[in-house]
């Protein structure tokens, strides 16, 4: 299983370097690629905020995705108390600034028992000591973490 987060499907949407990556991720047989509610509701906020894509054509390109077996996992009162403990044990304002949607993303591939795909330096450092797989990215600048 496959959880993306926020930055992976904005990457896809945006043409940044990790869009080819997430792409091929997608199409991987058994991918069976996820989203928290919440990481979903952060692709919406940045494509339509800070990159000026039109609401309706950000709702059909997640439309496409859902069609394709993207699967939106809400965000439960487990993933939430999950996602406040590893901020809590990980979060450092200097060295791993992790947000607290991050977490989610990092408590929705625990509970689920998934890869996480990311391009989070901070992100993906508490991922790997909490045990968990990753598929590492490329940021903006072509950096994996």
């Known amino acids: 299983m496959l959880v993306l987060d926020a930055f992976a499907v904005i990457a896809a949407f945006a043409g940044e370097p990790a869009g080819a990556d997430v792409e091929a991720q997608l199409r991987q047989p058994g991918a069976e690629p996820r989203i928290s509610a919440v990481n979903t509701a952060e692709v919406v906020d940045y494509l339509v905020r800070v990159a000026g894509f039109a ?4 709702d059909a390109s997640l439309e496409l995705l859902a069609a394709g077996g993207l699967v939106v996992i809400p965000a439960d009162e487990q993933i939430g108390r999950l996602a406040g403990t590893l901020r809590a044990r990980h979060y450092r304002a200097r060295g791993s600034a992790v947000s607290l949607a991050d977490c989610i993303a990092l408590a929705t591939t625990l509970n689920l028992g998934g890869s996480l795909a990311t391009a989070d330096p901070a992100l993906a450092t508490i991922a790997r000591k ?3 797989p990753i598929i590492a990215l ?5 950096h994996r973490p």
């Open 138 to 142: 490329p940021d903006s600048h072509g």
């Open 55 to 58: 609401e309706q054509a950000v």
């Open 130 to 132: 909490e045990g968990v």
